[in-house]
């Protein structure tokens, strides 16, 4: 196997004896627990990181509604079973997120219908840093590069690209304007399902008026849901002989709390906050906004 493709089922590949849960409810795990916890996760066999963006509810008091928008990992595992999930859950549109090099490890699997939209975000050579750490087999070569607190750096310089890259906001922009002229539900998915993706959710929440906590505990819910293929993962890197400490890896693997700061750290920088992120740095219009919250969002009589 090369360090490419172990690279890809570190990232995307679930354990490959997942079976269909029992999850159609809210879950609760990590700092979910708790009955004002309303996420649905989605059960796939052949991607961990799938829910419901519904359920949040904004600061009016409205809640965002369930069956609009899913989001998720890499959809080029699904199994028929999964597909079935999918059509039934009328999925109509499939926003993917990742670069054409990470799509090359294999095409999304799509429910019968549905339409794909590539909107390739950048991972500013996290990806190819990555890859070039595995591959080398090294365990010096790939302390230097992710160890000491690299692989976070690494992290953070993604997350800020999301917003100071002007091809990236271009992408997440025309991300946005898909999910607000779609006719059916939209699942969007990069790779892991856990940082472009776990942007543009954090994004969209936002706009559509969920207060920054609970949006950002939406965000966090990916350690959860990924935590045992993640484990697996790494343990196959390490039976393989491609990592001595694959532990190195856990920073990348993870999505965290500084993470997603360094993003809304530099959007209030450059932009002055959200609003201004939407308007100056997406170049969204005042009608595709509203017509996110006219989608999205189910107002109480």
Same mark, same amino acid.
């Given at each position: 196997?090369?360090?490419?493709?172990?690279?890809?089922?570190?990232?995307?590949?679930?354990?490959?004896?997942?079976?269909?849960? @029992?999850?159609?409810?809210?879950?609760?795990?990590?700092?979910?627990?708790?009955?004002?916890?309303? &996420?649905?996760?989605?059960?796939?066999?052949?991607?961990?990181?799938?829910?419901? !963006?519904?359920? @949040?509810?904004?600061?009016?008091?409205?809640?965002?509604?369930?069956?609009? $928008?899913? *989001?998720?990992?890499? !959809?080029?595992?699904?199994?028929? %079973?999964?597909?079935?999930?999918?059509?039934?859950?009328?999925?109509?549109?499939?926003?993917?997120?990742?670069?054409?090099?990470?799509? %090359?490890?294999?095409?999304? #699997?799509?429910?019968?219908?549905?339409?794909?939209? +590539?909107?390739?975000?950048?991972?500013?050579?996290?990806?190819?840093?990555?890859?070039?750490?595995?591959?080398? /087999?090294?365990?010096?070569?790939?302390?230097?590069?992710?160890?000491?607190? /690299?692989?976070?750096?690494?992290? &953070?310089?993604?997350?800020?690209? =999301?917003?100071?890259?002007?091809?990236?906001?271009?992408? =997440?922009?025309?991300?946005? #304007?898909?999910?607000?002229?779609?006719?059916?539900?939209?699942?969007?998915?990069? +790779?892991?399902? /856990?940082?472009?993706?776990?942007?543009?959710?954090?994004?969209?929440?936002?706009?559509?008026?969920?207060?920054?906590?609970? %949006?950002?505990?939406?965000?966090?819910? +990916?350690?959860?849901?990924?935590?045992?293929?993640? #484990?697996?993962?790494?343990?196959? !890197? /390490? +039976?393989?002989?491609?990592?001595?400490?694959?532990?190195? !890896?856990?920073?990348?693997?993870?999505? *965290?709390?500084?993470?997603?700061? %360094?993003?809304?750290?530099?959007?209030?920088?450059?932009?002055?906050?959200?609003?201004?992120?939407?308007?100056?740095?997406?170049?969204?219009?005042? #009608?595709?906004? $509203?017509?996110?919250?006219?989608?999205?969002?189910? @107002?109480?009589?």
């Amino acid at each position: 196997m090369s360090g490419t493709v172990a690279l890809a089922l570190l990232l995307a590949a679930p354990p490959a004896h997942t079976a269909p849960a @029992h999850r159609t409810g809210p879950v609760a795990a990590g700092r979910t627990t708790g009955p004002a916890d309303t &996420t649905v996760r989605i059960p796939l066999q052949g991607a961990v990181n799938a829910r419901d !963006l519904g359920g @949040h509810r904004t600061w009016t008091g409205a809640q965002v509604a369930y069956g609009r $928008v899913l *989001r998720s990992d890499a !959809l080029n595992r699904l199994t028929d %079973a999964d597909l079935d999930t999918l059509a039934a859950l009328g999925v109509t549109t499939v926003v993917d997120l990742r670069t054409p090099q990470e799509a %090359a490890q294999g095409p999304d #699997r799509l429910p019968p219908g549905a339409t794909a939209l +590539s909107r390739p975000v950048d991972d500013h050579s996290l990806y190819r840093t990555i890859a070039t750490a595995i591959a080398s /087999k090294d365990p010096v070569l790939q302390q230097q590069m992710l160890g000491d607190g /690299k692989a976070e750096q690494l992290m &953070t310089a993604a997350y800020e690209g =999301f917003v100071t890259d002007p091809a990236n906001r271009a992408a =997440f922009a025309t991300a946005l #304007r898909d999910i607000a002229g779609a006719q059916g539900p939209v699942l969007v998915h990069c +790779s892991s399902g /856990k940082d472009r993706t776990g942007w543009l959710a954090y994004v969209l929440l936002r706009t559509l008026g969920v207060p920054a906590a609970e %949006a950002e505990r939406d965000y966090l819910l +990916s350690n959860a849901y990924r935590a045992d293929a993640d #484990r697996q993962a790494r343990d196959y !890197l /390490k +039976s393989a002989g491609y990592m001595e400490n694959p532990d190195l !890896l856990i920073p990348l693997q993870q999505v *965290r709390e500084a993470y997603l700061r %360094a993003a809304v750290e530099r959007m209030e920088r450059d932009y002055g906050g959200l609003h201004g992120y939407l308007t100056d740095g997406l170049g969204l219009t005042p #009608r595709t906004l $509203v017509a996110l919250q006219r989608r999205l969002v189910r @107002h109480h009589p």
